[in-house]
Every structure is written in C-alpha cells, then in structure tokens.
C-alpha cells in the first residue's frame, strides 16, 4: 500500500472499530481488529486521542454540508420548506451506523466527540432554526434562546436522531412497515408539529422590538 493508502485504511478500519467497541479498548486490539501492527498505527497516530480526533473529522465534520446554512438563510423559502429540506437531507446524510454509535458511545466516555459535535451544531445549525423558527411565528427578536425555544427544538432534532438510535442501537423498529429515517413524510409530520407548538410560545417583552 501507499502512505495515504495505508492511512487511509487505519481511519476506515478505527471508524468501523469504534463504533463496534467504543473508545475504551486498547490500541493493540484495534490493530489486531483491522490487520496491522499497534506499531504502524502508532506511526500514524501517536496517540489515541489523535485517532479519535482523526475519526470526528472524517465521520461528523466531514458530514457537514456548508450548503445547508445555505438552505436555512435562503429568503425565497418558507420555515416549513426550509426545516423540510434540511432534515431530510441531514437524515439522508449522518444517520448512518458509524456515525450514531460513535456519537452514543463518546457520549458514554469521555465526550470529547459529542462536545465538539454539539458546539458545531450550536455554532452553525440550531441559532439559524431559532431565527427561522422565530420568522414563522413573525417574531423578528433576536434575544438569546429561551429554555423553551430550545427545548421545543431539541424535540424536533432529538426526534430526527432517534431513528437512528433505534436502528443501530436498540436494534428495533416501532412497526413492521417503519419507513426509511429519511422519509420526507415522517419528517414533514415532525417539521409541522414543531412549527404549530412555536404558535404557543408567549412572546416576552423584548420580542417585538
């Protein structure tokens, strides 16, 4: 194999691993897993940590699509049509085995995956679905996020992300005929309920200035 070739097939072969095992396995039972020697791996990456680094970027930065901020700041479409587009296609792109059991378990150890996944989306992702959110209740505020804003929010997005957690985790299905996690008719019923629950947030003082 080449340099990049044989890197490249420690990162695919730790991303399979990981999200097999979790983080709390040795070195050594990783190298053995894909066929290498701890050794070359350690030539490659001097530390586990630089590994696990490598993997967040591959599987959660590299899913990332700047396209969508894109989507989201578009002033042609509605909220509706704007959430819609988004999460299926956010479905269609993360909800895949690797990325939902890695995320689970760095939630279960050290968290250094899910911190820095969860910053990311509150960096990029959920401010542009509170201002959307808030443009279709024709709020025009930009205060800081309620606790309610936020929670209401997380339902939507926890929700989305549950179906992966059900399939690669628990390993079941609520009904025979479940359709696939991206199914635009799921997401559109999950989209519209979060947008007519918006409806019943009291505005504060400060949200019409």
Same mark, same amino acid.
């Given at each position: ?87 299926? *296609?956010?479905? /269609?792109?993360? $909800? ?9 378990? +760095?939630?279960? =150890? ?78 559109? *019923?999950?989209? /519209?309920?979060? $947008? ?9 003082? +400060?949200?019409? =200035?």
């Amino acid at each position: 194999m080449s340099v990049e070739d044989r890197e490249r097939h420690i990162v695919d072969g730790a991303i399979t691993f990981f999200s097999e095992h979790g983080f709390d396995a040795q070195m050594r039972e990783l190298a053995t897993a894909i066929g290498v020697t701890h050794t070359l791996v350690y030539h490659y990456f001097p530390t586990k940590q630089a590994l696990i680094d490598r993997v967040y970027i591959e599987v959660f930065v590299g899913r990332w699509k700047p396209e969508w901020e894109d989507l989201l700041n578009a002033k042609s479409l509605s909220a509706e049509e704007k959430l819609i587009q988004f999460y299926v *296609d956010y479905a /269609r792109t993360v $909800l895949a085995r690797e990325f939902v059991r890695i995320l689970i378990f +760095s939630g279960l =150890t050290d968290r250094s995956i899910t911190d820095r996944f969860f910053k990311m989306l509150g960096d990029k992702l959920f401010p542009r679905i509170i201002r959307e959110t808030r443009r279709h209740r024709g709020c025009k505020s930009r205060s800081k996020t309620t606790v309610r804003e936020h929670e209401l929010l997380m339902g939507l997005h926890g929700g989305i992300f549950y179906g992966g957690l059900r399939r690669f985790v628990y390993g079941q299905a609520m009904h025979d005929d479940s359709p696939a996690m991206d199914d635009e008719t799921i997401i559109t *019923d999950r989209v /519209r309920s979060y $947008l007519q629950a918006s409806l019943e947030l009291e505005p504060r003082a +400060s949200e019409d =200035t």
